[in-house]
């Protein structure tokens, strides 16, 4: 049986926000994250938790410490959707193959995801 030991192997948050050229106030930008950033943001959970290793699931605060942290291109976050790889779960019982725990953070509003989608890719004009 294939086994997977290590916590997590990272993810991406997507970002819409202001940054600090005047006049930039809905700009993205996709972090793509290491194990060691979501370590970081595992121990964020961990210390607001008092250390029990019971309550460990990411939270979108801890995700939001995380940005205000290692965010410095953006002067203030309007909103943010992300996905982390949480680590591995129990094989699967029929074939063996490992499955993995994703945390999924959704947009706060479908406004903020088309804004995000605007300002990443552009928008299409009609002529």
Not at 28 to 39: F, I, K, R
Not at 71 to 100: E, K, N, W
Request: charged share 25%.
């Amino acid at each position: 049986m294939v086994t997977q030991t290590e916590r997590s192997t990272g993810g991406r948050i997507d970002v819409l926000g202001a940054i600090w050229q005047p006049g930039f106030d809905a700009c993205a930008m996709t972090y793509s994250l290491t194990a060691y950033d979501v370590g970081n943001m595992r121990g964020r959970t961990l210390a607001r938790g008092g250390g029990d290793r019971s309550q460990t699931s990411i939270t979108r605060a801890d995700v939001e410490d995380w940005l205000g942290a290692n965010s410095g291109d953006f002067q203030s976050i309007t909103d943010f959707a992300a996905s982390i790889d949480d680590g591995p779960l129990p094989a699967c019982d029929a074939c063996g193959h490992v499955r993995r725990k994703v945390i999924g953070f959704p947009w706060s509003s479908e406004e903020n995801e088309f804004a995000f989608q605007d300002a990443m890719f552009g928008t299409e004009e009609e002529e």
